[in-house]
């Protein structure tokens, strides 16, 4: 039993958002065999009630409470520092004193870092054992987002992606090894970062198929009339916001003339005004919902129209673990282990997301033969144990004590 650093940039608990599932099972598979001291932030207030968890995981805890108005604010000084506007964001002074603090007290003997912006708190320790989950290429995110957003934005997000690029690289050559969600994120840092190619490897996200399974008797929220369609995720995360507008605005119309009793689901905590403003007659936006999983095992179709988000979507992996038919974009669908037209349908564009939608709606056997096909291919391939054991080498060989 080794005692680790743990720093996440969001409170890990409760397992209800695409890196908080993430970062949550790393600290429950960390937890079994290790003595963990977490390092993180509170950005919603709604966490404070889970705060008494996680001493079931911990040994030791230091939470800063982080008003995200007041930190965006603070990330400006990058700008006169010259870095990512991201490390200021979540750079604070006590969490750094509890940092050194915690490492020469409790002899921590490896640090793990979930998110790129929390490698900061250990760059002073270039002496202990540091390994790092990017999950994504965040940088590559920042410059994604450019091209579709107006001056200033535009600057600033280009800006941040080239930045934040550079601290990336820095810390995956400085520290022992890093992990990215897929191959094709690996590849995506690689080709910005081919210094780093003997460092850096994927570790695969899961599911929990127990959990999200057909077998529980849930009470549908629908009325019987109705054909729902239903996208889950944070509402607040751009692309997320991006993929509801356009599925709502873009691919919803051209279904409706044939199924006028459709209505589209977004189901997802913290929606925008861009998102509150699409409800209507044939839209439900639904704010934080107490179960995600209603909605998932009474669907006609699960969708995730993302065009921007890359990587394995916990969202799409709960629904086909659910045993529901997935139509998702192309660039997040092929990041699955899945075999297209029988565990999912992959959609490039508007025309594609009718013509998949329409082929499950007209057929309720095809939508039984997709879901099932993603039932089992969930069960066989996403063990969240089985991805994150990929770890514990790592951890084996770093030196006690450091």
Known sequence: MSNLLYLVHRLPYPPNKGDKVRSFHLLRHLAAKHRIFLGTFIDDPADEAYVEKLPEFCAGMHIVRMSPGMAKIRSLSGLLSNEALTLPYYRNAGLQAWVNRTIQDEKIDAAIIFSSAMAQYVEGHPRLSTLVDFCDVDSAKWTQYAPNHRWPFSWIYRREGERLLAFERKIAASTDH???????EVELFLHSAPECREKVSPMCNGVDSYFFSPEHDLVSPFSADEVPLVFTGAMDYWPNIDAVKWFAEEILPRL???????????????PTPAVQELAGERVVVTGTVPDVRP?????CVVVAPLRVARGIQNKVLEAMAMGLPVVVAKGCGEAVDAVPERDLLLADDTEDHVRQITALLDSPERRAEVGQAARRQVVLRYSWDAHLSIIDQYLESAPSGS
């Open 295 to 299: 909605y998932l095992r009474h669907a």
């Open 256 to 270: 409706l003339p044939r199924w006028p009793n459709l209505r589209f689901y977004i189901v997802g905590r913290s």
């Open 178 to 184: 890093s992990f990215f969600v897929t191959e094709n």
